[in-house]
């Protein structure tokens, strides 16, 4: 196609990123084309993403000047952020300021923004429910993200603000598949009681934003969320012991229990996993599954999720 509409995508040799970049590129047709935006352009990843037919810019979110450089000429841009490189709310803010504010420099016509909830909007922070975290937050990495939705409205930014849910793919990196216990039983431990986790393949995210892009301007200044399903504790250990073939037992465990847990963030995500189970009525109603099928109709679920992946899953003490 002729002049096809330039879309940046920010985290493109990452997870959501890079399911975006790779949606666009599997559509050559579809009017799109990506410019991926990264600060290793020699990155392997980077490298691979050029090989597929990406144009692959180096840019710092912490350098204003080559955001708006990395941006010019471009229809559309994916923003989001990696808090976990840091650990710093401060540091994601100023980041999203600096995206934000290249997007209105360059008077981008489409941006999304990859947020989640201020949950000190449910969970004020003299609200002694769950403990607050370095001083001004319950659940730092949500509450950055949330209370930086309106800099983009403010800056004037036509965006939409994409609400995503819990990775599956946590269960491969971030230590949160089944552990082997010295009985020999895999055990699934969450912090959520009986109550349901909204949660997705992360490259679903990046397909479901590619179905609003498609939209052209139709969700421009909506939030929407999205969600592969909806599962309990214990819908997601029968899963996960028909995938592997032997029996996963599922472990609630509070979330005090969680926090003490000693790994860096287990204070954060602990409290994440608490908003999520005192809140579920309103964390599970904002993220429908029908929506994301809408927008990607190739979307998993986790059973089939896990045919793809059940032997990536560390199964180890």
């Known amino acids: ?58 840019a710092d979110v912490d350098d204003a000047s080559s955001l708006r450089r990395a941006l010019e000429g471009a229809y559309g841009a994916y923003f989001v952020t990696f808090f976990w490189a840091h650990f710093s709310p401060e540091k994601e803010k100023q980041e999203i300021r600096n995206m934000a504010a290249a997007a209105k420099a360059v008077d981008l016509r489409h941006a999304i923004w990859s947020t989640l909830e ?3 909007l449910w969970v004020p ?69 009986d109550k349901k986790l909204p949660g997705i393949a992360a490259e679903d995210i990046g397909r479901c934003a590619y179905g609003i892009f498609k939209q052209g301007e139709r969700y421009i200044g909506r939030t929407v969320g999205i969600a592969g399903e909806h599962l309990t504790g214990e819908q997601m250990a029968a899963a996960l012991s028909d995938a592997f073939g032997e029996e996963v037992r599922y472990r609630a465990i509070p979330p005090d229990v969680y926090r003490g847990l000693g790994f860096p963030g287990a204070d954060d995500l602990g409290n994440m996993f608490q908003f999520k189970r005192d809140f579920e009525a309103d964390f599970c109603g904002a993220r429908d599954p029908a929506v994301a099928r809408a927008l990607n109709p190739t979307l998993k679920s986790f059973r089939k999720w896990l045919e793809i992946n059940k032997d990536r899953i560390p199964r180890g003490g």
């Open 1 to 58: 196609m002729s002049n096809p509409k330039i879309i940046a995508v920010f985290g493109a040799t990452g997870a959501q990123g890079g399911g975006l970049a790779r949606a666009i590129l599997d559509d050559p047709h579809g009017g799109f084309t990506v410019r991926a935006i990264t600060r290793d352009v020699d990155s392997d990843k980077a490298r691979a993403l050029t090989e597929l037919g990406a144009e692959v810019v180096a």
């Open 118 to 120: 201020d949950t000190r």
């Open 125 to 193: 922070l003299e609200d002694t429910r769950m403990p607050t975290l370095m001083e001004h937050y319950k659940v730092p990495h949500f509450d950055a993200k949330g209370e930086s939705d309106r800099i983009f409205t403010e800056m004037g930014v036509p965006t939409t603000f994409l609400l995503t849910s819990f990775y599956w793919d946590n269960l491969i990196h971030f230590g949160m598949g089944p552990r082997r216990e010295s009985d020999g039983h895999l055990v699934f431990t969450l912090p959520m009681d």
